[in-house]
């Protein structure tokens, strides 16, 4: 259900000298939506496109090569983890996150401030940057934009985030305000920290992240600071933390109009699949989200028509495969009792299964979307999506 992959699915995809640092084409549109590929040194991503969640230099409970075949062209690493274990330093020893994790095509990396904020009970946060105890050790950090600019270049990233603050969209304005213009200053610094790179600037790109919570006119005037300093990628943060989808959607009604038309649009830790769909039809391009590895992990398959908990004892003697209209390797080669048994029974197979199946489930959706917007039918498209996912038919 995938279109065809771009090359061959094999890992050993060198960067190519003289290939483009980055560049995003537009192929069709259809309303607000766009289809079509951002090409960069190690491959090209076609967009709207979802990348799998690889927070520790990998994707949990799937081999590198899987994770190809699934269809993803681009995987996000965690800068917070990386930097923590086995650390930046040992991992551009090592010859850098591609060569250290198997996976040779394009890597983004989040800033770490995220993690920062929701794993420390004690970080404070200063103009100079967040200082934190380690959530492993309780070892003292100091992360800055100019820091995680550094841990980012030596992880090898291929498309790093500026530093951020996030805060949570039930703090008052005051707060929200005084955080966005904070991140926007350390935009600044992220700028000119990525740029003073050297060669790795030479071959990477960098997304500048707007924030400003629910407000319209702080996403406004957070995503004219962005276009000033100028990024190749702009994200939209501080969604997708408890806000609900009606309130995410009418955000993003919003705050997508400022940002420029022929950069790519990120929604970072997006989503459900019917959160990712709403967002292409608003302008989205890309896509992060833990959910697929982490159901997978807990007995969850997203399916064509909505969640299934292969934990449920009506599945223990069911031979059918677990998505009818999948074609990935679990749904065309296990039988749902099988995958059943092996959830319960805690077997590390079962969490793998469940896993490949769900990060081929939203390739496909993604592949879906593309292919709508190309022919000009998203709405029927979308409409269809989420009137079988709401079916609950398994």
């Not at 969640?307 to 039988?335: H, K, M, Q, W, Y």
Request: charged share 20%.
């Amino acid at each position: 259900m995938t279109d065809p992959l771009p090359t061959a699915p094999g890992l050993r995809v060198p960067a190519t000298p003289g290939a483009a640092r980055f560049a995003f084409t537009i192929a069709a549109t259809d309303g607000k939506a766009r289809t079509g590929d951002i090409a960069m040194r190690r491959g090209t991503i076609r967009t709207p496109a979802f990348m799998p969640v690889g927070t520790a230099a990998t994707v949990k409970a799937m081999r590198p090569a899987e994770v190809r075949a699934s269809g993803a062209d681009i995987i996000l690493g965690n800068t917070y983890h990386l930097m923590l274990r086995p650390g930046a330093e040992r991992v551009a020893r090592l010859g850098g996150l591609h060569a250290f994790s198997g996976w040779e095509r394009p890597i983004l990396t989040d800033s770490g401030g995220y993690q920062v904020m929701s794993l420390s009970k004690l970080a404070r946060v200063s103009e100079e940057g967040v200082a934190f105890a380690s959530h492993l050790d309780g070892s003292r950090h100091m992360l800055s934009p100019e820091r995680s600019m550094e841990i980012q270049r030596l992880l090898g990233s291929d498309i790093v985030m500026a530093f951020d603050e996030l805060v949570p969209t039930t703090t008052t304005r005051e707060a929200q305000a005084q955080a966005m213009e904070r991140s926007m200053r350390w935009a600044a610094r992220s700028r000119a920290g990525f740029d003073a790179g050297g060669e790795h600037a030479a071959g990477a790109a960098l997304f500048g992240i707007q924030q400003g919570a629910l407000d319209v006119d702080l996403r406004r005037q957070s995503a004219q600071a962005l276009v000033e300093i100028g990024f190749d990628g702009y994200a939209v943060g501080g969604l997708a933390v408890g806000e609900g989808q009606e309130a995410m959607f009418a955000c993003l009604d919003h705050c997508v109009g400022p940002l420029p038309v022929d950069k790519p649009r990120y929604l970072m830790g997006v989503g459900k699949p019917d959160d990712i769909v709403g967002a292409v039809e608003r302008g989205i391009d890309m896509f992060d989200c833990v959910l697929p590895t982490r159901s997978g992990r807990n007995g969850q398959a997203f399916t064509w028509a909505g969640p299934l908990n292969i934990r449920n004892a009506r599945f223990a003697e069911d031979t059918g495969p677990l998505d009818p209209r999948c074609d990935c390797p679990v749904c065309t080669g296990a039988s749902r009792a099988y995958l059943h048994h092996l959830v319960k029974a805690g077997e590390m197979l079962g969490a793998m299964l469940m896993t490949q199946h769900n990060l081929h489930f939203y390739q496909a959706l993604m592949a879906g979307l593309r292919g709508a917007i190309a022919q000009g039918r998203l709405t029927a498209f979308a409409d269809e999506f989420r009137r079988d996912y709401a079916s609950k038919a398994f």
